[in-house]
């Protein structure tokens, strides 16, 4: 499983907060039927993922309770994908944008969600992402890099032996996200609006 790779890290203490350009395949965070994220038995939910991935998109993500290691979504038809498994107890999502497009005998069909663009966030509690990429700029505080999946401070855990990383908090800016799935306890979008398209709009 290959993970992100990180453009500039900066010294990182239990008492600094680490701030990491994100590029490429992603490291993580959000959507609406993103969360498939599955590390062995470790997801809270686990499901088969349409075989469609999603797109996700914040013009700020502000979370605690931060944990990311590998995993595999499985399709309806069996497939295993490679996803990075994020999770964050409680999120908030602003300006959020999550597209999705399918092709149908008929042609692209494409489905457009946003939500959190007034005053209020969207926000979520329990979340937890399976995605295959991430870019945005981040700040982690009290960051643990290179820990055993299996003893991430959150409550849902990786693989022993598996490569992991934890935070006390993640604020990602500007984050574009490719996700198979995602699952919370709570998710509430605020001024929610949902169209279908002709799959030409995406949220990037």
Known sequence: MKFPKFNTIRKIGSSHTGRI?????PAGIVSAALMGGVAQGAVPVSFAVSGTQFQITSSQLEGTGFSQYSGTAKDAKGEQHDVVTANIKDATLANLCQSAVTKTPMGKV????K?????????AKDLQIGMTGLRGDAEFKNIRIGVDASDVSTKNKGSKGDFAQDADTVSIKNLEQDSWSTTASVFTLKDMSLKLTDGSE???
Request: charged share 10%; with cysteine; proline share 5%.
């Open 115 to 123: 939500a959190g663009g007034g005053k209020e966030p969207a926000s």
């Open 202 to 204: 995406t949220c990037f």
């Open 110 to 113: 494409g489905i457009l969600i």
């Open 21 to 25: 350009a994100m590029v490429a395949i």
